[in-house]
């Protein structure tokens, strides 16, 4: 069994049945794991995972792309020491993705609220944003699976306030807020 001082925010299964964790938490059964962690199928603690020191803050959601890297969002600027703002992916052993960096323009924290896969592993993510990677972007925006901007992917949208994104079976992308 594992004892969390703390809260879930969320869960994501991976492929093998255990499942990452990702919350307001410093500990998992008593020893270090900040804000991330891994529960085996059976319910224990999976100390395989080493997340190192964490996020700073912790991160709203975490969801696991088919390749087992975890892809997280929250009002977070670091990851275990590195600078990393509000959207970050972490290696399936809890390690830093060093390759994966974008760049979220905001003014606002946490400017990313939402975050969803496509079938071909692109990123969508939706939120109080103005740009990613130097490229203005207002809300809504589709990542390549290496971090860089879709920019085949320019929705014209001028709203606020969006907290979910999904992409239907006919390809077709819906936000809602």
Do not use: C, W
Request: net charge neutral; hydrophobic share 40%; glycine share 12%.
């Amino acid at each position: 069994n594992v004892t969390i001082p703390g809260q879930i925010h969320s869960v994501a299964l991976q492929t093998n049945g255990k499942a990452i964790i990702a919350g307001d938490f410093s500990q998992l059964n008593g020893l270090p794991r900040k804000s991330i962690a891994r529960i085996n199928a059976d319910g224990t603690p999976d100390m395989t995972f080493d997340p190192g020191t964490g996020f700073n803050s912790p991160p709203s959601r975490v969801i696991v792309q088919a390749d087992g890297k975890i892809l997280a969002i929250g009002g977070f600027s670091t990851f275990n020491g590195v600078s990393r703002s509000y959207l970050t992916r972490l290696n399936a052993d809890g390690s830093l993705d060093s390759a994966f960096n974008p760049i979220v323009t905001t003014t606002t924290t946490p400017p990313v609220t939402e975050i969803s896969l496509q079938a071909d592993q692109k990123i969508l993510i939706v939120g109080y944003f103005t740009g990613i990677n130097g490229t203005a972007r207002t809300g809504v925006a589709r990542l390549n699976a290496d971090g860089s901007l879709d920019a085949a992917f320019n929705p014209i949208f001028a709203g606020s306030n969006l907290y979910s994104v999904v992409q239907q079976a006919d390809a077709k992308v819906m936000v809602g807020g």
